[in-house]
C-alpha cells in the first residue's frame, strides 16, 4: 500500500511562473491535507479538501494560491505568479475520513519548491 | 491566536546521553498534542496525547501531557546519531481538521 505520494519532487520556477503541485492520497483515503514549511520553521496549514470540496481554507494566501481535489486524480496546489517568498516545502496529508487530525495523519514526503 | 512554541530550537549531544524536548502551546480549543519527527523528508507520527498525566511510550521514546500547565515533553534516552532530526510539536484544535505547529527542534547526535 504506497503511502501519500507527492510529485515532483523538487520544482523550479522562475518568477512570474505558475506551479502545480500534485498529491496522490493513500489509497481508500479521500481527505488531503496541504501544509507550507518555510526554511528554518513549522509546517502551517493551508488547506484541508475532501473530494470535489473545499472544507477548510484559512489558511490559504488570498491570492494567486488556489487547491482542488477532483473526484479522479490527484489534488493539486496551484501558485500563479509565483514569487521568491513562495519557496519552501510543501507537503500533503491524507486520511480515510474528516477525523483526520485526531489520529495524527500521514504525511507524504513532500515538494520542494525554488523561485529563482 | 493559537500558538505552539518548542525548545530548545536546537541540541547537540553525544550518543547515549537522555535529552529532554520542551512544547508549550496556548490555544482556543484543545484537543489533542502530536509529536512528530521529521528528517529530510516527511514528518512521521510519534505520539498522540489527549490526557494529562499519562505517559505514551515507545523504545527508547517517552512523552507525557499536562494540560493545567500547557506544555509537554518527549523524552528520549540513550539516543543514537539514527535519532538525529527535526522533532515538531503540534496540537490538533476541537472542531476542525487542521494542527498547528511549533517550528520544531533540530537535535544533533554525535558519535
Known amino acids: 500500500n504506497a503511502g501519500v505520494m507527492q510529485n515532483p519532487r523538487h520544482l523550479v520556477r522562475r518568477r512570474g511562473q505558475e506551479a502545480r503541485l500534485r498529491c496522490s492520497p493513500m489509497k481508500g483515503h479521500s481527505h488531503v491535507y496541504w501544509y507550507r514549511q518555510l526554511p528554518e520553521e513549522g509546517l502551517k496549514f493551508m488547506v484541508y479538501?475532501?473530494?470535489?470540496?473545499?472544507?477548510?481554507e484559512s489558511g490559504m494566501p488570498k491570492e494567486r494560491f488556489s487547491a482542488e481535489f477532483p473526484k479522479e486524480g490527484p489534488s493539486i496546489l496551484r501558485i500563479q505568479q509565483v514569487v521568491r517568498g513562495d519557496s519552501a516545502a510543501y507537503f500533503c496529508?491524507?486520511?480515510?475520513?474528516?477525523?483526520?487530525?485526531?489520529?495524527?495523519?500521514?504525511f507524504g514526503s513532500g515538494t520542494r519548491l525554488t523561485v529563482v | 491566536e493559537d500558538k505552539v512554541v518548542q525548545s530548545p530550537l536546537s541540541l547537540v549531544v553525544h550518543e547515549g546521553d537522555t535529552v529532554t524536548l520542551n512544547c508549550s502551546y496556548e490555544?482556543?480549543?484543545?484537543?489533542?498534542l502530536l509529536w512528530y519527527k521529521q528528517e529530510k523528508k516527511a514528518p512521521t507520527f510519534l505520539f498522540m496525547l489527549?490526557?494529562?498525566?499519562i505517559e505514551k511510550k515507545s523504545g527508547r521514546l517517552s512523552s507525557i501531557l499536562d494540560k493545567k500547565e500547557l506544555f509537554s515533553i518527549l523524552n528520549i534516552t540513550a539516543t543514537q546519531t539514527g535519532d538525529s532530526a527535526v522533532y515538531l510539536c503540534?496540537?490538533?484544535?476541537?472542531?476542525?481538521?487542521?494542527?498547528?505547529f511549533g517550528q520544531g527542534t533540530r537535535l544533533t547526535i554525535n558519535p
Open positions: 503540534a496540537v490538533g484544535l476541537q472542531g476542525a481538521q487542521k494542527l498547528v
Open positions: 489527549t490526557s494529562s498525566g
Open positions: 490555544v482556543t480549543n484543545f484537543r489533542s
Open positions: 496529508a491524507s486520511s480515510p475520513t474528516g477525523q483526520g487530525a485526531n489520529y495524527g495523519y500521514t
Open positions: 479538501l475532501q473530494k470535489e470540496n473545499i472544507i477548510d
